[in-house]
């Protein structure tokens, strides 16, 4: 069964912390892997796409990794600003299909003045 | 440049009623989506359209029916309402769909079923 866990489900950082959120996924075939920022009451934002051949991608004080092999992704966040509190949500996309994105959970991230 | 626009933003329904929720994309996207969000659960995906007059159904599709008319339109029908309904909808658009493209997000509709 196609499924993607986040860790942990929720996380407390002081501001100015740098902190990892961690995706694993059984999803096969792999297509491509997707990190989404959700503020609360809005809808999700892209932040990253991974493909399999790529193993690091940034953008900004995001960067997101990819282990293809153990099936593993983090998303890893420097310099904490208030502005992160938010879910990141990890959607990892499986073969050829638009309708087999698969969303997990998410890790609702809490950053403290 | 508005993007994707869901009205209403909140809705109250009794068991029974019908509603709409509104989709809207400025973005000449073919690819356009419902999601709903439950507590603990991830985003699942209800309906979704690769371009005017084709609509296929998602994983959670009971309950629920869309048309696509035009290529910026995509409503989302509840037929008749049930407090099993009540969740906050999600309509997303995307270029080529959502496995190759990045899908773009509504703010949301938050919909109560009593």
């Known amino acids: 069964k196609n499924q993607v866990e986040q860790s942990p489900q929720s996380l407390i950082i002081l501001e100015g912390k740098n902190c990892t959120l961690q995706c694993n996924y059984t999803v096969s075939p792999f297509s491509n892997l997707r990190w989404y920022k959700q503020d609360t009451g809005r809808g999700p934002v892209s932040l990253t796409i991974m493909t399999f051949s790529e193993n690091t991608k940034s953008n900004g004080r995001y960067t997101a990794t990819l282990d293809a092999d153990t099936k593993q992704s983090s998303l890893h966040i420097t310099a904490s600003q208030l502005s992160d509190s938010a879910s990141y949500i990890c959607v990892v996309s499986a073969g050829n299909r638009d309708d087999k994105i698969i969303f997990g959970k998410g890790t609702r991230l809490h950053i403290l003045p | 440049n508005a993007g994707v626009t869901q009205t209403p933003k909140f809705q109250v329904l009794k068991t029974g009623q019908s509603m709409t929720l509104q989709c809207a994309q400025d973005?000449?996207?073919?690819?356009m989506s419902w999601y709903r969000q439950d507590p603990g659960m991830g985003l699942r995906l209800i309906h979704y359209?690769?371009?005017?007059?084709?609509?296929d159904q998602g994983e959670v599709p009971n309950g629920y029916n869309v048309s696509r008319s035009t290529t910026e339109d995509f409503p989302l029908r509840l037929l008749s309402a049930a407090p099993s309904q009540t969740s906050v909808y999600f309509c997303?658009?995307?270029?080529?769909?959502?496995?190759?493209?990045?899908?773009?997000f509504g703010e949301g509709s938050r919909l109560t079923v009593l």
């Open positions: 359209s690769v371009g005017a007059g084709i609509t």
């Open positions: 997303a658009s995307s270029t080529t769909g959502p496995r190759t493209g990045e899908l773009f």
């Open positions: 973005m000449n996207h073919e690819y």
